[in-house]
C-alpha cells in the first residue's frame, strides 16, 4: 500500500493489476473524539461499496465486467481512501484472470491485508444489477418538516426529546450533504434512522441533519458521529444508523451503524 492519500491529486492510471495502490485511513483517530475507545466499540456494523465501472481480461483475453459489493466490517482497524480504490480496481483492467473466483479471491485478500479485517466480496452480473431496480427507504420521510435554518455546521444541540412515551420509530431524509475533507467537494445522502426509546423531536432532528451541509468529513466518519450523538444526547434503547451516498467515480459508500447484530436492507436509492 502506498503512503499518503492521492484525494486531490493528480495521478497516472495503472491498468495492470498493482495492490499497491491501495491507501489506508486509521478509524482510531475520529473515533476518539468521538470518546470512543480502542476495543470497546459501541456500535456493531459495516460499510458497503458497491463499484460499478469493474472490469478484468478472463483467460482468452476477453473483457469480463460486473458490480463489485465489498462489505468492511466496522470493527476494522482501518478504511480504503475512495479515490485509491478506485484506481486499485482500474489495474485489474489489462489484468488476465483464468478464474472469475481467482478475482473474488484476490480482492478479498488484498482488501482484508489492508484494512486489517476479512472483508467479504460479491460480483454481480450487471443484469442482476439492473433486476435490482431502484427503490426507497423504509420508513418515515421527515424532508417535508417546514423548518427555519442558517446553520450548516454539525450542532448536535439540535437533538432533543421532545416525548416520554417510549415510541418505535424509523426516519429518514434525503437531505443530508457534507464535504469531503481533502478535496471540498459535496457528498450526497440519504440518511435512516431507528430507533425505540423516548420520542425525538422530529423538527430538531431534520434540523441536526441539514447542519453537517458545510461539515467536512468521510462518510464512514460522518454516521459514527450521528449515531454517537444520538446515542448519548437521547439514549435510545435500540439504535440504527444506515447512510446510502450518492456515486461518485463509480462508487457508492454506504455506512450501517447499530447497536444490534442486524444487516442493512439492499436498497438502491436515485442518486445510486
Known amino acids: 500500500m502506498t503512503d499518503g492519500t492521492v484525494l486531490g491529486k493528480k495521478v497516472e492510471y495503472v491498468t495492470t493489476y498493482t495492490p499497491s495502490l491501495l491507501v ?14 480502542e476495543g470497546e466499540i459501541p456500535f456493531r456494523g459495516m460499510d458497503l461499496w458497491n463499484c460499478y465501472d469493474f472490469t478484468w481480461l478472463n483467460g482468452k ?43 473474488k479471491e484476490t480482492l478479498e485478500s488484498d482488501l482484508t ?33 417546514d423548518v427555519d435554518i442558517d446553520d450548516y455546521y454539525w450542532n448536535p444541540d439540535y437533538l432533543e426529546i421532545t416525548s416520554n412515551v417510549t415510541v418505535k420509530a424509523a426516519l429518514y431524509t434525503n437531505l443530508l450533504k457534507t464535504v469531503c475533507p481533502i478535496t471540498g467537494q459535496p457528498d450526497f445522502g440519504s440518511i435512516l ?35 454517537m450523538d444520538i446515542l448519548n444526547r437521547c439514549q435510545p434503547d435500540r439504535l440504527t444508523v444506515y447512510a446510502r ?21 439492499e436498497v438502491r436509492l436515485w442518486r445510486q
Open 24 to 37: 489506508t485511513l486509521p478509524r482510531s483517530e475520529q473515533r476518539q473524539s468521538l470518546g470512543i475507545s
Open 61 to 103: 483475453g476477453k473483457p469480463e465486467v460486473a458490480v463489485a459489493q465489498f462489505q468492511v466490517p466496522c470493527n476494522s482497524a482501518n478504511v480504503i481512501e475512495a479515490k485509491s480504490l478506485k484506481l486499485y480496481l482500474v489495474s485489474f483492467c489489462q489484468t488476465k484472470f483464468a478464474r472469475r473466483a481467482e478475482v
Open 113 to 145: 491485508v489492508a484494512v486489517h479485517a476479512p472483508v467479504s466480496v460479491n460480483l454481480s452480473a450487471p443484469d442482476h444489477a439492473q433486476h435490482v431496480g431502484i427503490g426507497v427507504l423504509t420508513g418515515q420521510c421527515i424532508d417535508n418538516l
Open 193 to 227: 434512522i431507528q430507533y425505540n426509546g423516548r420520542g425525538i423531536g422530529q423538527e430538531g432532528l431534520l434540523k441536526y441533519i441539514i447542519s453537517y451541509r458545510e461539515h467536512p468529513e468521510y462518510n464512514e466518519q460522518v454516521v459514527e458521529r450521528i449515531f
Open 245 to 265: 451516498y450518492a456515486r461518485r467515480g463509480g462508487i457508492d459508500i454506504n455506512p450501517f451503524r447499530s447497536l444490534d447484530d442486524s444487516y442493512p436492507p
